[in-house]
């Protein structure tokens, strides 16, 4: 029977690293109930654990872990997208993000890999939290392009449900 991953904070594995070097590998797997192949990892990696214990203690994996972002250029050029159509007070939905992401990722990969980058749902979820961009609901009410606090009342009913990208520092009064 597998038994569940779990996961271990910095001072944990330090403190199994300490109790190593005074007992020995095996002893320290034993006392702490972790697999000696852990002791034996967390001991080649003492200085690395050591440094980042200074910085946070609290975590429990070493940077440059997980899949990396399929293209910076990307990340940036659909994030000055968004941008200036918010400065234009356009909206952004979700369906644009990806189509525009489409776009780019055909410019940045030169012709190359087209059909491995699909724009998904899930990476346009992570893109969001990624850049710190929200998804509300388009309210009956907006405010003019003049930004002077006026409020127009008439928005065509249509596009009441459809969704709006913004910034989460933007302005969080209009919320």
């Not at 944990?12 to 002791?39: C, M, W, Y």
């Not at 998904?120 to 710190?132: H, M, Y």
Request: charged content about 45%; aromatic content about 6%.
């Amino acid at each position: 029977m597998e038994t569940k991953k779990k996961k271990y904070d910095l001072t944990f594995k330090l403190t199994v690293v300490k109790f190593a070097e005074q007992n020995s590998g095996e002893a320290a797997a034993r006392h702490f109930s972790i697999d000696p192949k852990r002791v034996r990892e967390w001991r080649k990696l003492k200085a690395e654990l050591q440094r980042l214990s200074e910085e946070d203690n609290k975590r429990a994996r070493l940077r440059g872990g997980g899949r990396k972002k399929v293209s910076e250029e990307l990340e940036v050029s659909v994030c000055e997208w968004i941008h200036s159509m918010r400065a234009k007070h356009l909206r952004v939905s979700r369906k644009m993000i990806r189509a525009k992401a489409k776009e780019v990722y055909a410019t940045v990969s030169d012709g190359r890999d087209e059909d491995r980058f699909t724009a998904s749902a899930g990476w346009l979820d992570k893109f969001l939290k990624r850049n710190d961009f929200s998804v509300r609901r388009r309210t009956t009410a907006e405010l003019t392009e003049a930004g002077e606090g006026e409020v127009e009342n008439d928005v065509e009913e249509e596009f009441a449900n459809e969704l709006v990208i913004e910034d989460r520092g933007d302005d969080e009064s209009d919320e």
